[in-house]
């Protein structure tokens, strides 16, 4: 698309710089006797073995299969917005709730009250996983709910970040952020457009987050005091989680994604001078992400900052690709599934080279659930002699989904964070929707887990049937 802060004509030099900061390693690598072209996983990487699921209950056994089972139609995917709508009328608000809670909700949702977030975070503290609380605030164009409603979200925002902090659930905890529960989609989409022509200074985005009166140029004056009031309440925001809290800013749609980057980039020039606080995502479905990267490095060492990456696929294929025909534009998504993979794994490549240097400045979360790119990860981290500890690399995956890959990881030392939204049915049921039209190839593939979660129960039956017959024979 185009370029926040830098001229495109960078990118060369950037990746120039990049090779250079990967040789020193690489060269230490090979003389290691390692062959970097054609690397082994290591032997724990099959995730095959369905003693992951050990640590769960029947219950939850029972759970996970009814769920993945109904998740593999995708009629009842790609409308399950229509049919939860259909069913809240047909059952009442009571009677959805008291039908949703023990299955959908409870699989993908941590509970309403912090008792319940509390207990269902120290399960999983108990499996070795973190938890990466997830409000599900967002908006989309047409949602604006007015300032008092950004108010309120910022305070359960801080509340989030309080959560996190307090009950000791993760030595480094997390947690994720949507700009646009605290600014207006119209705004952005404004600020997306006026970036095309022009270059904001990150330094009066900065002094506009401490309380200085700043006239952007392109906006109203009603614009721009909703920018200033939004500026504001990310610098709360920032504040309350620096030295504390890791928050990951995730990208959205491609028509206000510029202007989400860069609110997050005076966030992090702003929070992140020591070390990365304040983290940006990156789509890999698209073809300008690598381009895209490559900015934010070179921003990130131009204005002297650590640089913090939720490195993802994408969720927004079908909409952005709809929107690229209805206005008759380029494509924004990579042609095929194959170069989105190659697009990952460069990006990656990238991040764990320029981790490998300076783990300080750099860290990256691997948030993904394609095994493949887990081993390529997993593979370059012992390379590149890359800790497990999560100090510089972590990876992702949603609550109630790919557990076998996240109960691997963890079992074996890697630092492994879940999703966690949280909240009400009502609070949670447009997030949960728009994640599983999002998702829904992925949750239209998890065949292998409903084998493994499906291998474990029949284990379990027949420890019981030789127990009991065991017994019976004394």
């Not at 949507?178 to 009066?204: G, M, R, W």
């Not at 927004?316 to 194959?338: C, F, G, N, Q, V």
């Not at 964070?417 to 929707?433: A, E, N």
Request: hydrophobic share 40%; with cysteine; net charge positive.
């Amino acid at each position: 698309m185009y370029s926040l802060l830098k001229p495109p004509m960078l990118h060369r030099f950037i990746s120039l710089r990049l090779m250079s900061v990967a040789t020193p390693q690489s060269l230490a690598t090979k003389r290691a006797g390692r062959d970097l072209c054609n690397p082994s996983p290591p032997a724990f990487l099959t995730f095959e073995d369905p003693q992951a699921f050990k640590v769960k209950s029947f219950w939850e056994l029972m759970r996970a299969l009814g769920v993945f089972r109904l998740c593999s139609f995708p009629v009842l995917v790609n409308n399950c917005g229509k049919l939860m709508t259909f069913a809240r009328m047909f059952l009442g608000k009571r009677g959805f709730s008291m039908v949703l809670r023990p299955s959908v909700y409870t699989q993908f949702v941590a509970g309403e009250t912090e008792g319940e977030i509390a207990e269902s975070m120290q399960k999983m503290n108990s499996l070795g996983l973190h938890p990466m609380l997830a409000v599900p605030i967002e908006e989309d164009l047409g949602e604006s709910s007015g300032e008092r409603r950004y108010e309120d979200n910022l305070a359960t925002m801080l509340e989030c970040v309080h959560m996190s902090h307090s009950n000791g659930w993760s030595k480094n905890p997390m947690m994720q952020l949507k700009i646009t529960a605290l600014v207006s989609p119209e705004l952005c989409v404004k600020l997306t457009s006026l970036l095309k022509t022009e270059q904001y200074d990150l330094n009066l985005l900065v002094k506009a987050m401490e309380g200085e009166e700043i006239m952007f140029s392109g906006l109203t004056a009603s614009e721009n005091t909703h920018f200033l009031c939004s500026l504001r309440r990310l610098n709360k925001i920032g504040e309350a989680s620096a030295s504390k809290v890791r928050v990951l800013v995730d990208a959205e749609y491609t028509y206000m994604n510029p202007a989400l980057s860069l609110i997050t980039m005076a966030m992090m020039k702003k929070f992140n001078q020591k070390s990365a606080w304040i983290w940006n995502t990156y789509q890999c479905y698209l073809k300008e992400s690598r381009n895209l990267l490559l900015d934010a490095i070179q921003t990130s060492i131009d204005e002297s900052f650590c640089l913090g990456v939720k490195l993802v696929r994408g969720a927004y294929m079908d909409k952005e690709r709809k929107l690229a025909e209805k206005e008759e534009r380029t494509d924004p998504i990579h042609e095929s599934w194959e170069h989105t993979n190659n697009s990952y794994n460069g990006c990656l490549e990238i991040m764990l080279n320029l981790i490998s240097e300076k783990p300080e400045r750099y860290m990256i979360i691997v948030a993904t659930h394609n095994e493949e790119s887990v081993r390529r990860a997993v593979t370059r981290m012992e390379q590149l002699g890359i800790g497990r500890d999560g100090s510089s690399v972590c990876f992702g995956q949603l609550l109630g989904m790919c557990d076998h890959v996240s109960l691997t990881l963890a079992q074996h030392g890697f630092s492994v964070y879940k999703s966690v939204p949280y909240g009400s049915v009502d609070d949670t049921l447009p997030y949960l929707v728009r994640r599983a039209q999002e998702n829904r190839t992925v949750l239209q593939g998890i065949r292998k887990e409903r084998d493994l979660l499906r291998q474990e129960l029949r284990r379990r039956v027949r420890e019981k049937i030789t127990g009991a017959r065991e017994r019976e024979s004394r």
